[in-house]
């Protein structure tokens, strides 16, 4: 089993950054990809980045692109998400997740996740 926890959400105003962590415990080796995914108030779960832990490749949505950065700490099994320029509608809480096979954009495709994270932009 794999075990993720994140942290870092928080209250922040038009324009400021957070940074999003995501530590995995357990059986790590057996997943790949490591990737975020927001939810907002009524909103589907949907992709914002992702990592290949191996390698390194990123991947991100459009709306993430230019502003957010997905990066990995092999040493500390832990990943993050730092986030710029953020914007009232970056309002969702953030789950960390994982998968053992390649990169994929749905949420159905992952096999572990976090509890999820607050992050409220403040216009």
């Known amino acids: 089993q794999v075990q993720l926890v994140e942290s870092g959400g928080g209250l922040v105003q038009a324009g400021g950054s957070l940074r999003l962590s995501c530590a995995a415990s357990?059986?790590?080796?057996?997943?790949?990809?490591m990737g975020w995914f927001r939810q907002a108030p009524g909103g589907e779960r949907e992709f914002v980045a992702a990592i290949n832990w191996i390698g390194g490749d990123t991947y991100y949505a459009d709306s993430a692109k230019g502003r957010f950065t997905i990066s990995r700490d092999k040493d500390k099994n832990t990943w993050y998400l730092q986030m710029n320029s953020l914007k009232p509608e970056d309002t969702a809480v953030y789950y960390c997740a994982a998968r053992r096979g390649g990169f994929r954009r749905s949420r159905w495709e992952y096999d572990y996740w976090g509890q999820g994270t607050q992050v409220t932009v403040s216009s």
């Open positions: 357990g059986r790590t080796f057996s997943s790949n990809v």
